[in-house]
């Protein structure tokens, strides 16, 4: 499974700006970071610790304006487990912030620093932060969706499914009210290739990996998208996931964009690539059902 940045391909209107940022050595992740607009929203905080790691850190990003009490959104970037940092994601958490969630994008420690399940522990430490700190920032701590791509995807699921990481981290599961996951791995046993060994291999039980093997009907509401060009994690996962939740009784979409390749389906969420798929409008109005079905604090 290559990260991201390996998979990554720029828009024409980026290339002369990635050329110029190459010769500082930046990645075309971070490249598009940099150059790419980004939607109205104001960066709360920055570098905020969650833990005592320097990877626990996060970033919180909000609305243009209003006070809230808004949704939280908690985003988790992929990178295979192996790579990533929050910086190059700011567009994804304003953009989510312009749909009006307090989006909280967390950094968390990879391989070889760790392998599983330290990564699921630190998603886990973040949502623990959002929950108890999102009021200060205007966010309703009740009402907390997560959302993510490829590796990050994983995480969101296995935090949503699988209630033992929450709990650990004293956070009720029940304040998850949805999830969203895009073009993310949910059913990779036999463990292959060269990431997935190394990284989940030394597991005690395999089996609890997998977040297809946590369906139960109280499951927060799940909206599952993956690229139908998506050559890197295949969308069978997602179809396969969709109908494990459903046949356990808990709301479960799935939504295949067929045009779309793994970072596709990411890019679908920046402005200037919003107009290859309605993945951003589509994911966020899933989202902001079931976060309204759910009453706000009053402030």
Same mark, same amino acid.
């Given at each position: 499974?290559?990260?991201?940045? @390996?998979?990554?391909?720029?828009? =024409? ?9 190459a010769?500082? =050595? ?38 243009? !304006?209003?006070?809230g ?15 990533? @940092? ?7 958490? @304003?953009?989510?912030?312009?749909e009006?969630f307090?989006?909280v994008?967390?950094?968390? @420690? ?7 399940? +330290? ?15 999102? !009021? ?5 701590p009740?009402?907390?969706?997560l959302?993510?791509?490829?590796a990050?995807?994983?995480? +969101? ?9 929450? &709990? ?25 290739? !060269? ?6 291999? =030394? ?25 139908? &060009?998506? !050559?890197?994690? &295949? ?27 793994? +970072? ?17 409008e ?18």
């Open positions: 499974m290559p990260s991201l940045v @390996r998979s990554l391909r720029l828009p =024409a209107m980026l290339v002369l700006g990635v050329a110029a940022l010769l500082g =050595a930046c990645s075309p992740l971070t490249a598009f970071a940099n150059l790419t607009p980004t939607d109205p929203s104001r960066k709360l905080a920055g570098d905020v610790a969650y833990g005592p790691d320097p990877r626990q850190a996060l970033d919180v990003y909000a609305p243009a !304006e209003g006070q009490p808004w949704p939280v959104a908690v985003f988790f970037y992929g990178g295979s487990w192996e790579d990533g @940092r929050r910086q190059d994601y700011g567009w994804v958490g @304003r953009a989510l912030a312009a009006g307090l989006t994008v967390p950094d968390y @420690r990879l391989h070889p620093q760790v392998r599983f399940p +330290a990564f699921l522990e630190d998603g886990a430490g973040a949502v623990a932060w959002a929950a108890n700190n999102a !009021e200060r920032f205007g966010g309703d009740q009402r907390i969706v959302a993510g791509h490829s990050g995807a994983y995480n +969101a699921l296995m935090l949503a499914l699988d209630e033992t990481y929450l &709990e650990a981290a004293g956070v009720t599961p029940a304040r998850i009210r949805a999830v969203a996951g895009l073009a993310g791995p949910y059913d990779f046993l036999p463990l292959t290739g !060269e990431i997935t060994p190394k990284v989940f291999g =030394a597991a005690e039980d395999l089996s609890a990996t997998q977040p297809v093997n946590f369906p139960r009907a109280d499951a927060p509401p799940a909206f599952l998208a993956a690229g139908g &060009e998506d !050559e890197v994690v &295949e969308a069978e996962d997602t179809r396969i996931l969709q109908a494990r939740l459903s046949a356990a009784g808990a709301p479960a979409a799935a939504r295949i964009y067929p045009d779309l390749g793994h +970072a596709g389906i990411l890019l679908a969420l920046s402005r200037p690539l919003r107009g290859s798929a309605p993945v951003l589509e994911m966020t109005a899933f989202l902001r059902r079931h976060v309204d079905a759910a009453a706000p604090n009053t402030r």
